[in-house]
């Protein structure tokens, strides 16, 4: 069972990213997928999630309107889109799944390797 997460680099501010996690060993379809993001030196932070029926959340006000996240289960992958970049933005991206539903992170059971996003200003 393994997550990877990818699509990370550096982009100007303004620009655009498009993460993926994709999964091996297992298949998403009954699984929620977090988005997270850790700082060196700072707390990790929940940024989106979709739940396994599609529905998604943003788990900061700083999401909205710029993360969408969604699903492609026949490609055992979930994305997110990352419009409006801005410095603050910098970190390293996870993805994580549980089982069904979203929830906080400390719920998540499977992580996966993050990618790297740099936004320069």
């Known amino acids: 069972v393994q997550l990877q997460a990818s699509g990370g680099g550096l982009v100007q501010s303004g620009g655009s990213l498009r993460l993926s996690c994709t999964a091996s060993?297992?298949?998403?379809?009954?699984?929620?997928i977090g988005w997270f993001r850790q700082v060196p030196g700072k707390e990790r932070e929940g940024v989106s999630c979709?739940?396994?029926?599609?529905?998604?959340?943003n788990y900061v006000d700083s999401a909205k309107g710029r993360f969408t996240v969604s699903r492609d289960n026949a490609k055992n992958t979930v994305y997110l889109q990352i419009d409006s970049l801005k410095p603050e933005d910098t970190a390293v991206y996870y993805c994580?799944?549980?089982?069904?539903?979203?929830?906080?992170?400390?719920?998540?059971?499977?992580w996966g390797r993050g990618t790297q996003v740099t936004v320069s200003s």
């Open positions: 994580a799944s549980r089982a069904y539903y979203c929830s906080e992170a400390e719920d998540f059971i499977a």
């Open positions: 060993g297992f298949t998403l379809d009954n699984y929620a």
């Open positions: 979709i739940n396994y029926s599609g529905r998604a959340i």
